[in-house]
């Protein structure tokens, strides 16, 4: 089968960064940067995005352009004979499609808002009204699970069309008009009156908030909003060719993905501190604040519809561009043409995220950590806490391994073309150096991760030797 590729330079920047700017950047980085003590956070994450997050998308990039393969198919291309490294390309597209699976449900929520700002149901309605929609929301099985639905159908009908006139055309053009939306946003929330005190608990960060669980939360955080670990990046680098090296493109796809962060944080923080909204409300401070900010303005109505539809874009380019990934495997496993795999993925897709869109009303009771705990947070758990970390671990293993495809041969394919390169003395930092802060990072996240109410790995180790 004819390898598809991407039309424009342009189209593949953009479109590599739909794949990481989402609810990842729009809603969870502000929720978790208000849970983790904002600037302290906000720091943390830039120092992660940049010593992390970087080097591990050259990686993915570079993997996918000399394969030109899916995720599944990486390793066939690259390993040597009678390697195991693919077993990890099937973990990959698992990842992707676990990430799906919850990330439907969270796209709908803001499509269901989006909706409900444009018909003018949240037009004079009371705060405590307001505040109650999103837990009305989430407790309605036909709204969870019918909005989850289109974002899944819509999604794989804009891929129908294939790569170029489907995923690039329809991603450049929400890319686009989410930059520019998210910068009219911000503008208008340096004019709240509590700006001031929003912007300094977001943009100064207090170092003595820094401890264990905010270097984490910030690594995982990191890799989760530029979905490295699962072959997301990968597959993009697998559609251009070999005219700019990948670190400049890299970088550009990592400036992108930081700005809409950053932005996205300029507007929510400066609207908490007007409404007394508390920053730590967690994933529903997005929504819960956002929806009261609109309800108290001036012709909130239309600055609500305008918040919602770029959220809604944000959501849909990492959906659209991680079910393009699932899709991608799945032709080169089974040879189908483009709109048969789409049906049949689209099919299983929607089967598969019905579990989590269930999770908050008829099988709530659910709790697979603490009592707060639903399906959406053990699917979490699954991507962020275990398959981005330990996925960036072994795609970056395989490179600069002599059992896998090796340093040299890395190296020559991220220096390939024009822009900045890097350097042979830099392979130590690549060899040593970051995949030990990986592990160290992940062993720790995992022991400080609240499995119960009350528990933790370290707590309890901690308990035994206080005996």
């Known amino acids: 089968m004819e390898r598809e590729k991407l039309g424009s330079r342009l189209g593949f920047i953009l479109l590599s960064a739909g794949c990481a700017i989402g609810v990842g950047n729009v809603w969870k980085f502000p929720w978790m940067a208000g849970t983790y003590g904002g600037g302290a956070f906000v720091l943390i994450y830039i120092l992660f995005l940049l010593l992390l997050g970087l080097p591990v998308m050259v990686v993915e990039f570079s993997l996918g352009r000399a394969s030109g393969a899916s995720p599944v198919g990486i390793y066939q291309k690259l390993q040597k004979p009678g390697q195991c490294w693919h077993l990890?390309?099937?973990?990959?597209?698992?990842?992707?499609?676990?990430?799906?699976?919850?990330?439907?449900?969270v796209a709908g929520w803001i499509l269901y808002y989006f909706v409900n700002f444009l018909f003018g149901n949240m037009t004079g309605i009371t705060d405590k009204a307001s505040a109650a929609l999103f837990d009305n929301m989430q407790a309605s099985p036909y709204i969870t699970v019918g909005f989850m639905a289109m974002v899944v159908v819509l999604g794989f009908f804009i891929l129908s069309?294939?790569?170029?006139?489907?995923?690039?055309?329809?991603?450049?053009?929400?890319?686009?008009?989410?930059?520019?939306?998210m910068v009219v946003l911000a503008v208008h929330g340096f004019t709240l009156s509590g700006a001031k005190e929003g912007l300094t608990f977001y943009l100064l960060p207090?170092?003595?908030?820094?401890?264990?669980?905010?270097?984490?939360?910030?690594?995982?955080?990191?890799?989760?909003?530029?979905?490295?670990?699962?072959?997301?990046?990968?597959i993009f680098g697998s559609y251009i060719d070999k005219e700019r090296s990948l670190?400049?493109?890299?970088?550009?796809?990592?400036?992108?993905?930081?700005?809409?962060?950053?932005?996205?944080?300029?507007?929510?923080?400066?609207?908490?501190?007007?409404?007394?909204?508390?920053?730590?409300?967690?994933?529903?401070?997005?929504?819960?604040?956002?929806?009261?900010?609109?309800?108290?303005?001036?012709?909130?109505?239309?600055?609500?519809?305008?918040?919602?539809?770029?959220m809604f874009f944000a959501a849909m380019s990492t959906v659209i561009a991680v079910f393009e990934n699932i899709l991608a495997c799945v032709m080169e496993l089974t040879g189908f043409k483009r709109i048969k795999t789409c049906i049949i993925c689209g099919a299983l897709i929607l089967v598969l995220s019905v579990p989590c869109a269930l999770g908050f009303n008829l099988w709530s009771s659910f709790k697979p950590f603490t009592s707060t705990s639903s399906i959406l947070?053990?699917?979490?758990?699954?991507?962020?806490?275990?398959?981005?970390?330990?996925?960036?671990?072994?795609?970056?293993?395989?490179?600069?391994?002599?059992?896998?495809?090796?340093?040299?041969n890395f190296l020559m394919e991220a220096n390939a073309g024009k822009g900045l390169k890097l350097q042979k003395w830099m392979k130590p930092y690549f060899k040593y150096i970051l995949p030990t802060v990986i592990a160290l990072l992940f062993v720790i996240g995992i022991l400080n991760f609240k499995f119960a109410d009350d528990f933790t790995i370290l707590g309890f180790i901690k308990s035994i030797f206080a005996k």
């Not at 790569?163 to 008009?177: A, S």
């Not at 398959?387 to 040299?408: H, Q, R």
Request: proline fraction near 2%.
């Open 206 to 234: 207090d170092l003595s908030k820094i401890d264990g669980n905010v270097i984490v939360a910030a690594m995982n955080q990191a890799f989760f909003t530029l979905s490295l670990g699962i072959g997301s990046m990968a």
């Open 161 to 181: 069309f294939g790569l170029q006139k489907g995923v690039e055309r329809i991603t450049k053009y929400m890319m686009i008009v989410l930059l520019l939306l």
């Open 88 to 105: 990890h390309g099937y973990a990959a597209l698992a990842g992707n499609v676990i990430l799906v699976m919850f990330y439907t449900s």
């Open 377 to 408: 947070d053990l699917e979490d758990f699954v991507v962020s806490n275990l398959m981005l970390p330990l996925g960036s671990l072994c795609y970056l293993l395989f490179c600069v391994s002599n059992k896998g495809w090796g340093f040299d």
């Open 247 to 310: 670190v400049s493109e890299s970088l550009n796809v990592l400036i992108l993905d930081t700005f809409v962060a950053i932005v996205a944080g300029l507007i929510i923080f400066p609207a908490c501190f007007t409404f007394d909204v508390e920053p730590t409300e967690g994933p529903k401070l997005l929504f819960v604040a956002m929806a009261k900010v609109f309800n108290n303005m001036s012709g909130g109505r239309w600055w609500g519809s305008l918040f919602f539809l770029f």
